[in-house]
C-alpha cells in the first residue's frame, strides 16, 4: 500500500510540474503575443508616418503649382481687363456722339396703324 501511495504522490507531483509547464508557457505565449502586437503597431506607425511624409509632398506640389495656375490667371484677367478699360475710354467719345447723333435726328412720323 505504501507502494500505491508513493506512486500517487509520484503521479500528483508529476501532475503539477506539467501544469505548472503548461502555465509557464501560457504566459510566455501571452508575452509573446503582447510583443508582437507592440512591434506590428510600431511598424504600422512608422509605415503611416512615412506615407504621410509622402502625400504632404505631394499634396505640396499639386497645390503649388496651383497656386501658380490661379495667380497667373489673375495676372491675364486684369491684362484682359486693362485692354478692355483702354478701349472704353479710347471709343467712348465716338459711341457717346454717334448716340447722341440718333438721339438728336429723330424724325416724327405717324405710325402706319394710325388711320384717320
Known sequence: MASQTTG?????????KAADKVAEARKRKGKRLKQAKEEAQAEIEQYRNKREVEYKAYEQSVLGSRGDRERQIERDTDEKIKAIEKNVQKNSPEALSKLLEKVYSIKPELHQNLRL
Open 8 to 16: 500517487i504522490q509520484q503521479l500528483l507531483a508529476a501532475e503539477k
